[in-house]
């Protein structure tokens, strides 16, 4: 485990999305329990019977609200909630996404409308909602911190990852767009661009594997990890990181500034080379 600095202590919040050990929300509702914070967890109630959230609420000493983050009734009532438990909260956590076209092998050429509304809905524009409601009830203070988990999908074309392509730009515009009304109450809004990670979501992806091979090779320091990303989460919810606000910030151990790696190129030559021997 590591070292705690302390860094949350004295501040509250409300973490959405963790489903199971699996989750990047879990890894991060550790490590803020770790420093100090104390928070409800929020899922959707079918999460009731799909994971193992009651286990993590135990280990944090956490709240459970059961809340569909699509449904405005759900999600207002949820902060009238946090108020009355904590007053204010001082973050928010996002880590929500379902890609519902992909989930069910639908090709991004002929997808199925309602479900690509959907997927919108739920990854991406629950995110407004969330922060709407928070700003509404007056539950978010002053100088809060949000942080949503994207990925480079976002930027660059990933055959596979399809509609979540669009989802996540959607996501990271809501982030710079909020941001810029956050900002007159000192709330910052920022979106970390993760590394493949073999989350429930994740591995639901045709050929997941592959993209996470590929990224692996083709970062200097390999993919980032759960347990990395959620440190890296903890900095942006701190005081230490109070001017960063309408980011998106890679977490991806340098694949986003790569272009070709060593090791691939050598791997290309001798597909090359094993080409040519074949014809």
């Known amino acids: ?23 990047l929300a879990w890894a991060i509702a550790q490590a803020a329990h770790r420093e100090g914070a104390r928070f409800i967890l929020s899922n959707a109630p079918i999460a009731r ?6 286990t993590l609420a135990e280990q944090t000493g956490s709240t459970i609200i059961w809340a569909d983050a699509t449904d405005d009734d759900d999600i ?10 904590f007053g204010q909260i001082h973050f928010i956590v996002h880590a929500i996404g379902m890609g519902v076209n992909v989930r069910k092998k639908k090709p991004y050429e002929d997808l199925n409308y309602d479900w690509y509304r ?23 203070a002053d100088g809060g911190s949000i942080v949503a988990l ?27 767009t909020w ?49 990395s990303c959620a440190d890296y989460t903890i900095t942006l919810l701190s005081d230490l990181t109070r001017m960063v606000t309408m980011q998106t910030l890679y977490h991806d151990g340098g694949f986003s500034s790569m272009g070709i790696s060593e090791e691939s190129v050598q791997d290309l030559l001798k597909a090359l080379a094993s080409n040519q021997d074949e014809g």
């Open 118 to 140: 959907k997927t919108l809905d739920i990854s991406a524009i629950s995110l407004h909602r969330i922060v709407h409601h928070a700003m509404d009830t007056d539950a978010l």
């Open 49 to 54: 019977r799909l994971g193992t959230l009651g």
């Open 1 to 23: 485990m590591a070292h705690s600095y302390g860094l949350l202590d004295g501040k509250t919040g409300v973490i959405f999305g963790a489903l199971n050990e699996s989750s």
């Open 76 to 85: 207002r009532a949820l902060f009238e909630q946090a108020k009355e438990q």
């Open 179 to 227: 941001g810029s009304r956050l900002g007159r109450r000192g709330i910052r809004i920022n979106a970390i661009s993760q590394s493949p990670t073999r989350t429930t979501a994740g591995t639901g992806i045709v050929g997941f594997d592959a993209l996470f091979a590929y990224g692996d090779s083709l970062s200097p320091l390999g993919n980032a990890d759960a347990e």
């Open 150 to 176: 994207s990925y480079i999908g976002a930027q660059r074309v990933f055959a596979k990852y399809s509609e979540m392509g669009d989802a996540k730009a959607l996501l990271e515009s809501i982030v710079r």
